[in-house]
Every structure is written in C-alpha cells, then in structure tokens.
C-alpha cells in the first residue's frame, strides 16, 4: 500500500530520484550502468569479458590477463575456465601456454560486447581518464574509425578535446589507455573558439569530424552544435 498510493510518499522520492537524474544527466545513466553490471556479474569477471570481448581479434595467456585485469592468476583461471566451458570464450594450447580468446561466433557474443562498450569501453576509460582535467575541457569526443564502429586491430582511438587544457597534460592523461584498451588514443586540441572558427572557415577536418559520427565523453551533440553554429545543424552526423 506505501508503494501503490499515487500522491504518497513513495511518489515524492521517486520525483526526488528523477529531478536528481535530470541534473546529473549522463552521470546518473552511468551509475545505473555500473550498478545493473555489478548485479549481473562479479568484478573480476567483469574485468577479463571487457578486455577480451573489446579485443575479440587478441588472445591472451593468464600472466597477461592478470597483469591487465589486476587480477590473482590463481582465481582468474577458474574464471577464464569457466567462460570457456560456455563457449563464450576459446582456448587454445601454444607449446606450454594456455590463451583465451573471445568467441565471436557465440550467439551472445555481440549483445555483450555492445553491453560492456557502454560500460568498460572507450567512452567510459576516455571519461575516467580526463575526469581530472574536467575544469579544463568543455567537450570531448571521439571520432574515427572507432566511432564509426569500423575499427580494425590498429586503429588508434581519434579524441577531440576543446577546452584551455595544455596538450602536454592531456597527451599525459590519456597515455595510459594504450595499455587498458589495447590501442593508441591520438588526441586533437583545440580552444573552443579556434574550432568554432575552423567550422566557420570551411576547415575540412573540422566539418569532417562535424559530419560522421561522433562518441561523447563529454558533452553532448546540442552543445557541438551549439559551438559549430548553424552548418553543425543544418549537417547532422552520417
């Protein structure tokens, strides 16, 4: 009866929850990612199906996923054993190695690797990654290959950062990525008004990058938009 009555107390924390959703926006999609993967599997499976569902085309011996994964070499391979057995995963012997390697013909491979792009990918490193350069950047995003879902095994991750950080700082931030997703991130720096004035110019990189499609990690397509004027409008993503 205390969850049912419309106008009851139950109602106004909801209200509460939604008005404090809407002013954390992408944040609070991104806490209620991170808590639904935390109920649906532990953190150290979490690990190894990030790395080895985002690099499908890489196999991995258990040293390595447990230098990768900060993980106990002794736990790992029960778990890694165990995704093999559902043949989530494959395994493979080389000499006296024993590798994984995602199974890209499971009939889940590609629900859960679109699952944990959301929530372990290049988006949520690249966030995590600059989040101490916020004040700094007003927008980030990725572009590319990457984010035309295209990408092959060397494909760098191409980032767009405007905002009055230093390029020495932002190259630093993101360095260590090339280890956690397995490429190189190449990012781009602009002030926002040195990119506004590219678009305004006819700058063909910039309208490219205006053109195709675009990952957010921070920032959202209204405020490029915003920033570019009305070409960004009037040439939505392809």
Partial sequence: QFFMSPCGPANSLQNTRLAYCRRLGNNCRLMSNDLLMDQLFPAARQRVLALLLLQPESAFHLRELARLTGSHA????????????????????????????ANIGHPLFGELAALFRKTHGVVPALREALAPLGAQ??????????????????????????????FVELAQAVFPLHATLGREVNPVLYTPEEFAARVRSGDAFARDVLRKPQLFVKGDADELAELAGDWAAASPPT
Avoid: H, P
């Fill in 74 to 101: 002794g736990t790992l391979a029960r778990e890694v054993d165990k995704l093999a057995r559902t043949g989530l995963l494959r395994r493979s012997e080389l000499g006296n190695q024993v590798r994984y390697q």
């Fill in 137 to 166: 950047i007003q927008l980030a995003l990725v572009f590319g290959s990457v984010a035309r879902g295209a990408a092959s095994t060397g494909s760098d991750v191409d980032v767009l950062v405007l905002g009055s950080v230093g």
